[in-house]
């Protein structure tokens, strides 16, 4: 799914490739973690100011603040969609169920015909992989993943954020209406700060900040994009400040709560790849731009393959290195796969059954004799 619009000089094609770079994140923050023990550059990886570039859980929440970004482009601006629930529903659906259920299948034959479970993997990290027996229920539960009580490690750890992803996809038309008619950007800060609100306080809209935050940052893209175009100091300085805010778990004292801060370094982040030709040319660069189209697939996938891989090389080549090229390789493989076979199709089913609903003729109404 390409992400492209023109609004003047404005071309959003660079954000597939940040969420590439994110997806290889997620990679990296599993791939260091599963080989802990094993880490010839563990000093240097672990420096609070390298150690985001491989921090997994900020990665996602960048994953959100863009989806939430993407999902609200077509409805704001002069020529915005019309809000209809039934036709986004279905097109979310098509969009990220079929890929899942593949990496599902997938990582349940590599879990009981290629990992190896006495392989001692375990040791490396601490981790558990595959030790839980999968029932039926379970299956039933993964199969429409935003079931109650559905455990994610079960099968492929990394899905907890899909469901997630899932859930407010479903309602998202709700924050697209809030969005549209929210016109002031002191009226957008309120709504944030009392979303905030309850996420920290009440415990309750917490899943959506994040995405309400990159939808608004969608409603005011082009006058933000328009002040950083001014200059490139400006943008190397927000820059650094948007670093060390990503960077806010590992160099802020945990008593100040990092996720806010992180959210507000990746709103900046995406504000910058819109406005920077340099990071434009960095993400479109043909092989970010290439992880950035199977970036879905590839975060889907990568777990269950490093698991199975370290399982069957770490105990013969005890080369943590081998495992996460093997492992990175063969993810890329699948992921690609994936996206020719399964998304693209996928999406295209989708958007054919809105053309049918959207195309189907409404009945005449009867006459009035017909209906006393």
Same mark, same amino acid.
Request: glycine share 6%; charged share 15%.
């Given at each position: 799914?390409? $992400?492209? #619009?023109?609004? =003047?000089?404005?071309?959003?094609?660079?954000?597939? &490739?940040?969420?590439?770079?994110?997806?290889?994140?997620?990679?990296?923050?599993?791939?260091?973690?599963?080989? !802990?023990?094993?880490?010839?550059? +563990?000093?240097?990886?672990?420096? /609070?100011?390298?150690?985001?570039?491989?921090?997994?859980?900020?990665?996602?929440?960048?994953?959100?603040?863009?989806? +939430?970004?993407?999902?609200?482009?077509?409805?704001? +601006? /002069?020529?915005?969609?019309?809000?209809?629930?039934?036709?986004?529903?279905?097109?979310?659906?098509?969009?990220?169920?079929?890929?899942?259920?593949?990496?599902?299948?997938?990582?349940?034959?590599?879990?009981?015909?290629?990992?190896?479970?006495?392989?001692?993997?375990?040791?490396?990290? =601490?981790?558990?992989?595959?030790?839980?027996?999968?029932?039926?229920?379970?299956?039933?539960?993964?199969?429409?993943?935003?079931? /109650?009580?559905?455990?994610?490690?079960?099968?492929?750890?990394?899905?907890?954020?899909?469901?997630?992803?899932?859930?407010?996809?479903?309602?998202?038309?709700?924050?697209?209406?809030?969005?549209?008619?929210?016109? *002031?950007?002191?009226?957008?800060?309120?709504?944030?700060?009392?979303?905030?609100?309850?996420?920290?306080?009440?415990?309750?809209?917490?899943?959506?900040?994040?995405?309400?935050? &990159?939808?608004?940052?969608?409603?005011?893209?082009?006058?933000?994009?328009?002040?950083?175009?001014?200059?490139?100091?400006?943008?190397?300085?927000?820059?650094?400040? %948007?670093?060390?805010?990503?960077?806010?778990?590992?160099?802020?004292?945990?008593?100040? &709560?990092?996720?806010?801060?992180?959210?507000?370094?990746?709103?900046?982040?995406?504000?910058?790849?819109?406005?920077?030709?340099?990071?434009?040319?960095?993400?479109?660069?043909?092989?970010?731009?290439?992880?950035?189209?199977?970036?879905?697939?590839?975060?889907?996938?990568?777990?269950?393959?490093?698991?199975?891989?370290?399982?069957? $090389?770490?105990?013969?080549?005890?080369?943590?290195?081998?495992?996460?090229?093997?492992?990175?390789? !063969?993810?890329?493989?699948?992921?690609?796969?994936?996206?020719?076979?399964? #998304?693209?199709?996928?999406? *295209?089913?989708?958007?054919?059954?809105?053309?049918?609903?959207?195309?189907?003729?409404? /009945? %005449?109404?009867?006459?009035?004799?017909?209906?006393?």
């Amino acid at each position: 799914m390409s $992400l492209i #619009e023109h609004h =003047g000089n404005l071309r959003l094609k660079q954000l597939d &490739g940040l969420r590439g770079l994110a997806a290889f994140s997620v990679f990296l923050s599993h791939a260091f973690g599963m080989m !802990a023990s094993d880490r010839g550059a +563990g000093q240097f990886l672990d420096f /609070p100011l390298i150690r985001p570039l491989w921090d997994g859980f900020i990665a996602v929440i960048l994953f959100f603040v863009l989806s +939430g970004f993407v999902l609200t482009l077509p409805y704001t +601006g /002069p020529t915005s969609k019309k809000v209809e629930f039934l036709t986004f529903d279905i097109r979310r659906i098509f969009r990220l169920y079929p890929a899942y259920w593949v990496a599902i299948l997938a990582s349940l034959g590599l879990r009981y015909f290629i990992f190896n479970p006495s392989s001692g993997l375990q040791s490396l990290s =601490g981790w558990t992989f595959w030790d839980q027996p999968i029932t039926s229920i379970s299956l039933v539960k993964h199969f429409f993943l935003i079931a /109650p009580g559905l455990k994610s490690n079960d099968i492929d750890r990394v899905i907890w954020s899909l469901a997630t992803e899932v859930k407010v996809s479903l309602i998202f038309p709700v924050v697209l209406l809030l969005v549209q008619k929210t016109k *002031n950007v002191w009226y957008c800060l309120v709504v944030l700060l009392c979303t905030f609100f309850c996420a920290k306080y009440l415990d309750v809209l917490g899943l959506f900040l994040p995405f309400l935050f &990159g939808s608004y940052i969608a409603k005011f893209r082009l006058p933000i994009v328009t002040v950083l175009r001014t200059s490139r100091w400006l943008q190397a300085g927000m820059g650094v400040v %948007a670093y060390l805010l990503y960077a806010s778990r590992w160099i802020m004292p945990k008593a100040w &709560g990092f996720e806010p801060w992180s959210m507000l370094g990746v709103g900046i982040i995406l504000c910058l790849f819109m406005s920077s030709d340099l990071l434009k040319r960095v993400t479109t660069f043909r092989p970010i731009d290439f992880l950035g189209d199977i970036s879905y697939s590839f975060y889907l996938i990568h777990f269950p393959v490093l698991v199975t891989v370290g399982s069957i $090389l770490y105990p013969r080549t005890h080369s943590a290195s081998l495992c996460i090229l093997v492992s990175l390789a !063969a993810s890329l493989i699948f992921a690609y796969v994936s996206y020719r076979l399964i #998304e693209i199709p996928g999406q *295209n089913m989708g958007k054919a059954l809105v053309r049918a609903l959207r195309s189907k003729p409404t /009945p %005449a109404p009867l006459p009035a004799s017909e209906t006393s």
